[in-house]
Structure formats: structure tokens, C-alpha cells
């Protein structure tokens, strides 16, 4: 019988991420680290693979990354103000989010607050 695993495009797209935000999570956060990435079950050829029902467990990882886990409702003044000044520069609020929503899987250690600080700091620049 075949057994199934789950690489980084699967989990990313578990996810609603990018491949490339999980292979940057794995060696951002090794087993070393004070959040370590779930170690894979199966690695063939340098290609690591996950059991599909330790899905779960990743999703926790990642809802622990630091500045994870606050969301819905009003948009935090920090994204208020980005909005602002993406607005200012002729960006579509839609264009605006989907980029911020780029750096975000990008630069997943980052939190949303200081990614907008960060774009606002490089439009003053």
C-alpha cells in the first residue's frame, strides 16, 4: 500500500501560503531554534515529507509564530495607516492589501504592524 505525505507546496497550499514562506519557516525556525518547524516523517532524496494528519500541528506552529493570532474585525492602526500612505502613492486598497499580504508570506517572522512600518519607513526614504 502507498503511503501519502505532504511536502512544502502541499502544505503551503494547505496553507494559503507560499512554497517559498514554508521553505524560509524551515530554516528560519530549525530543530534548534525556540519554535522549531515540525520535523518531517519522511525525507526522500532531500525532500522532506509530512503525514497529513500532522496538518494540524503545523497550523498550531504557525498560529505561535510571534505576532500571530490577533485578527479580524477593524483594521489595526498600523494597517489604517499603510492603507494611507498606499493610498497617497495612487494604490487601490485591493492592490494594497494583496501586496502587504506578499511581504507578510515573504517575511513570515515579521508581524503585520512592523511590516507596515517598515513599507511606510521605505516610502518616506
Avoid at 28 to 35: A, G, L, N, T, V
Avoid at 101 to 107: A, G, K, V, Y
Wanted: proline fraction near 7%.
Amino acid at each position: 500500500m502507498t503511503e501519502h505525505y505532504l511536502g512544502g507546496v502541499g502544505i503551503a497550499e494547505a496553507l494559503g501560503v507560499s512554497r517559498h514562506a514554508v521553505h524560509k519557516w524551515r530554516s528560519r525556525y530549525p530543530s534548534d531554534s525556540s519554535h522549531p518547524f515540525p520535523e518531517p516523517d519522511v525525507e526522500i532524496d532531500g525532500v522532506p515529507g509530512w503525514r497529513a494528519d500532522r496538518l494540524d500541528e503545523i497550523v498550531r506552529w504557525r498560529n505561535g509564530l510571534p505576532g500571530r493570532g490577533a485578527g479580524g474585525g477593524r483594521p489595526s492602526a498600523a494597517r489604517q495607516e499603510y492603507l494611507k500612505h498606499a493610498a497617497a502613492r495612487g494604490l487601490e486598497r485591493g492592490e494594497a492589501l494583496r501586496a502587504l499580504l506578499t511581504f507578510t508570506e515573504e517575511f513570515p517572522e515579521m508581524t503585520e504592524p512592523e511590516l507596515c512600518a517598515w513599507l511606510i519607513e521605505k516610502w518616506r526614504s
